[in-house]
């Protein structure tokens, strides 16, 4: 079975600066895809950005980027000129090659502080 | 854009009721999915269907139930209601992995409190 682990449960940074989310998992399945969602409070999950396992260009979405080492099956989250509607909890999320199975991680409460 | 649509936002219901978890989507989706969301547990799965009458259990089935009797509607069962059901339920739902990385699409979520 698959595993996502998310060891950082709250995590702050200050407007217009950098933070990482990390996101460790655990497969033996060669083909995959990866995902954060981000979840507003009282608001709707969405998709941040998504990485192809078989792809080994991180991908990139405007101040969201990952660094997806597929070996060490890590795949953290980047915010760049972090603003305050990025205050969320972000869930890392592994689909399997299927597209049937979704494994969500505990996630991670970010907080932006003016 | 699609459009994932649960029917209440917030429910409150009382020990042994029956209760039911409506899901709609707009986008002929073939995948949907059942989820309850609890602080520090992320989200686990409770079931999900690839097809119209077919579903497979997820990781925490027991208590539940489902129904799909229509591509775009699965609907989750509480079938005794019990207070360690008090939750928020997030509906997804999804294309195989034919149509390429297809995220999952989620619905607004049900906070439902069991009295």
């Known amino acids: 079975a698959q595993t996502v682990t998310q060891s950082q449960p709250e995590m702050s940074v200050q407007e217009a600066e950098t933070v990482t989310l990390s996101c460790t998992y655990d497969?033996?399945?060669?083909?995959?895809?990866l995902f954060w969602y981000k979840q507003p409070p009282s608001r709707q999950m969405i998709l941040v950005i998504r990485q192809e396992a078989y792809k080994q260009q991180n991908a990139t979405e405007n101040r969201f980027s990952v660094n997806f080492q597929k070996a060490a099956k890590s795949f953290s989250l980047k915010i760049s000129d972090s603003q305050l509607g990025d205050t969320a909890m972000y869930f890392c999320a592994f689909m399997t090659n299927t597209g049937n199975q979704f494994y969500f991680g505990t996630g991670t409460s970010l907080t932006v502080i003016p | 854009d699609v459009k994932v649509t649960q029917s209440s936002r917030y429910l409150v219901k009382r020990t042994g009721e029956k209760v039911f978890l409506e899901c709609v989507q707009d986008?002929?989706?073939?995948?949907m999915f059942w989820y309850r969301q609890d602080p520090g547990l992320g989200l686990r799965l409770i079931y999900f269907?690839?097809?119209?009458?077919?579903?497979e259990k997820g990781d925490i089935p027991e208590g539940y139930s489902v129904s799909r009797e229509k591509k775009e509607r699965f609907s989750l069962i509480l079938e005794s209601a019990s207070t360690n059901q008090t939750s928020m339920y997030l509906c997804?739902?999804?294309?195989?992995?034919?149509?390429?990385?297809?995220?999952?699409?989620f619905g607004d979520g049900t906070r439902l409190s069991i009295l």
């Open positions: 497969t033996s399945e060669n083909n995959y895809y």
């Open positions: 986008m002929d989706h073939e995948n």
């Open positions: 997804a739902s999804t294309q195989p992995r034919t149509e390429a990385n297809q995220p999952q699409h």
């Open positions: 269907s690839y097809d119209v009458k077919m579903k």
